[in-house]
């Protein structure tokens, strides 16, 4: 038996923690022997249904109850899970019908397994020829034991955010998750016996599966887990489930805490909520703005959040999830450096006067971990040298399931090239800068789309979240960009004139050049990924 397995199956039994699901309407508590019994029957199911050794099952289910045993139980079964993305009521079903029939055909599933409330999808599916399972048909067989696993069988078939017309799935063993569980344990200061965790983070995205679904199941620890949706109809149920439980671990994105903020100065009374408990709230999937953390501390303060229980990370579907975290208890730290040398030199050289640039310290690389910053010709940079990241260690991949068969992700050494431009510190401390394919260089400049979206938000009128720079003729020697925007305000053309000359504005005064164009776009328009990330590329029609 993998140490994953063996270990998760232990902890189920012997562990008095479990899952509360159900939250707002009907809560309920499971322990995690209640869940191992479902799972139970649900491999019984699997068995039935021929899923055996080294399948890979496709899971197309909202609820985290029916969710938890059902990935344990094709664990039981030596199988392979992969969380199919999730439609949304914006989502175009044709073409998410094309894509998710591409990504199933891709990973050869064995089985579909569909629940509510995505059954309307089964027939679909069938008229495919697909072979197609609901979890109440799993949940009725007869319970069987988990057959033998080895360190090296896969675990998960996790999609990637991009995953679109042409899919890819990142490749995690049995290994992989364990030598990442266990890292990040150490790198939370994680206490079994006190820390409750609680999440709305979605089941098909890296973070919300491994980091706040698989992980605590492994390790037998007290979670409250909710769906997307809830979050999105309300976003304090977040601040009542942390006060309700005692909440002391959770985790989101930048936007969301920002959406957080909000929510908290708009709708709720300082004292309505006790954030008091809160010592360990993660932000990570997408870069960390230090000022929308200043924002989320000054807000949350009334209702007793405390300023060092925020903490940037940094991680990857292809690190198993983490790769950095800032130090428990240490709230944010901010490395404020030359922006023009930045720019210019690519070199991080610390300053506190005039132009500046604020970046977020990510924290020291996890146990099992190293990291490196490395030149366009290859060679390794020094400390606060800006260069492409790469990654090495027990949790990385070894690479992609695609359409056109196994692509690896590590060179001949074993280092992943992670796509982001970063540095280290002195101290060894993770900063990045953005995303190589999205930086646009402009006279020999780097200029990054996060400065740009952050001064195109500051414009009153613009969504929270909802700016994008968009980088034209990427490679060419005028290359430029344009900036996207979303507003209540689209079908004003008063406010749009408005909201484009202050976006300009506010554009140039942060990076000195100006955007060949400004879109204002009506609310949804913004392309972004099923985890909320944006869409630069997907974005270049909008502005063209």
């Given at each position: 038996m993998s140490r994953f397995t063996e270990a998760m199956f232990a902890n189920a039994l012997s562990s008095p923690r479990g899952m509360v699901t159900g939250e707002p309407d009907a809560p309920v508590r499971h322990t995690w022997a209640e869940?191992?019994?479902?799972?139970?029957?649900?491999?019984?199911?699997?068995a039935k249904a021929g899923v055996g050794h080294g399948d890979a099952v496709a899971v197309l289910a909202g609820a985290p109850v029916e969710i938890a045993p059902t990935a344990q139980g094709i664990w039981m079964r030596g199988a392979s899970l992969t969380?199919?993305?999730?439609?949304?009521?914006?989502?175009?079903?044709?073409?998410?019908?094309?894509?998710?029939?591409?990504?199933?055909?891709?990973?050869?599933?064995?089985?579909?397994?569909?629940?509510?409330?995505?059954?309307?999808?089964?027939?679909?599916?069938?008229?495919l020829g697909l072979n197609v399972v609901t979890i109440e048909d799993l949940l009725a067989a007869d319970p069987i034991d988990p057959i033998?696993?080895?360190?090296?069988?896969?675990?998960?078939?996790?999609?990637?955010?991009?995953?679109?017309?042409?899919?890819?799935?990142?490749?995690?063993?049995?290994?992989?998750?364990?030598?990442?569980?266990?890292?990040?344990?150490?790198?939370?200061?994680?206490?079994?016996?006190t820390d409750v965790i609680v999440s709305w983070l979605p089941c098909f995205?890296?973070?919300?599966?491994?980091?706040?679904?698989?992980?605590?199941?492994?390790?037998?620890?007290?979670?409250?887990?909710?769906?997307?949706?809830d979050f999105l109809r309300d976003t304090l149920l977040w601040a009542r489930l942390i006060d309700k439980y005692k909440g002391?671990?959770?985790?989101?994105?930048?936007?969301?805490?920002?959406?957080?903020?909000?929510?908290?100065?708009?709708?709720?009374?300082?004292?309505?909520?006790?954030?008091?408990?809160?010592?360990?709230?993660?932000?990570?999937?997408?870069?960390?703005?230090?000022?929308?953390?200043?924002?989320?501390?000054?807000?949350?303060?009334?209702?007793?959040?405390?300023?060092?229980?925020?903490?940037?990370?940094?991680?990857?579907?292809?690190?198993t999830v983490g790769v950095a975290f800032s130090e428990s208890g240490g709230g944010m730290v901010i490395d404020e450096v030359d922006a023009d040398l930045l720019s210019a030199l690519r070199r991080a050289i610390p300053a506190t006067r005039g132009n500046t640039r604020r970046l977020v310290s990510l924290g020291k690389v996890l146990k099992g971990l190293e990291i490196r910053a490395v030149a366009d010709d290859?060679?390794?940079?020094?400390?606060?040298?800006?260069?492409?990241?790469?990654?090495?260690?027990?949790?990385?991949?070894?690479?992609?399931?695609?359409?056109?068969?196994?692509?690896?992700?590590?060179?001949?050494?074993?280092?992943?090239?992670?796509?982001?431009?970063?540095?280290?510190?002195?101290?060894?401390?993770?900063?990045?800068?953005?995303?190589?394919?999205?930086?646009?260089?402009?006279?020999?400049?780097?200029?990054?789309?996060?400065?740009?979206?952050?001064?195109?938000?500051r414009v009153d009128g613009v969504r929270a979240g909802c700016a994008v720079a968009v980088r034209l003729d990427a490679g060419q020697s005028r290359e430029s960009f344009a900036v996207a925007v979303e507003s209540k305000e689209y079908?004003?053309?008063?406010?749009?004139?408005?909201?484009?000359?202050?976006?300009?504005?506010?554009?140039?005064?942060?990076?000195?050049?100006?955007?060949?164009?400004?879109?204002?776009?009506?609310?949804?328009?913004?392309?972004?990924?099923?985890s909320g990330k944006l869409r630069r590329a997907h974005a270049v029609p909008l502005v063209s």
């Open positions: 869940v191992h019994e479902r799972a139970r029957k649900i491999a019984g199911g699997l969380m199919l993305h999730q439609p949304t009521p914006r989502t175009n079903l044709e073409r998410w019908a094309e894509e998710t029939t591409a990504v199933i055909g891709m990973i050869r599933a064995a089985a579909v397994v569909v629940s509510d409330p995505f059954m309307p999808a089964a027939p679909l599916l069938e008229q033998d696993t080895d360190e090296g069988d896969l675990a998960l078939l996790q999609l990637t955010s991009g995953s679109t017309g042409s899919p890819k799935a990142v490749q995690i063993t049995h290994r992989n998750v364990v030598s990442n569980a266990e890292a990040m344990f150490i790198g939370a200061d994680f206490d079994q016996e995205h890296d973070m919300g599966l491994t980091g706040y679904l698989t992980v605590p199941m492994y390790f037998g620890a007290e979670l409250v887990k909710v769906t997307p949706m002391t671990m959770t985790a989101a994105p930048n936007f969301a805490y920002t959406l957080f903020a909000k929510r908290l100065r708009r709708q709720a009374t300082p004292g309505q909520f006790d954030l008091s408990s809160l010592r360990w709230a993660l932000s990570g999937s997408e870069q960390v703005e230090p000022a929308d953390v200043e924002d989320l501390i000054e807000a949350g303060a009334p209702f007793g959040l405390r300023h060092e229980a925020i903490v940037p990370a940094y991680g990857m579907a292809e690190t290859g060679r390794i940079l020094p400390q606060r040298a800006v260069g492409v990241l790469q990654v090495r260690g027990e949790p990385v991949t070894s690479g992609y399931m695609t359409i056109a068969g196994f692509v690896a992700a590590q060179d001949e050494q074993g280092w992943y090239d992670t796509g982001d431009l970063g540095y280290l510190t002195e101290t060894d401390q993770v900063v990045v800068c953005g995303r190589v394919k999205d930086v646009i260089i402009m006279a020999g400049r780097n200029v990054y789309p996060t400065d740009i979206e952050r001064a195109a938000a079908e004003n053309p008063d406010e749009v004139r408005r909201i484009e000359k202050q976006v300009a504005h506010e554009v140039v005064a942060e990076v000195d050049v100006r955007p060949r164009n400004v879109v204002v776009l009506e609310p949804g328009m913004i392309p972004k990924t099923p």
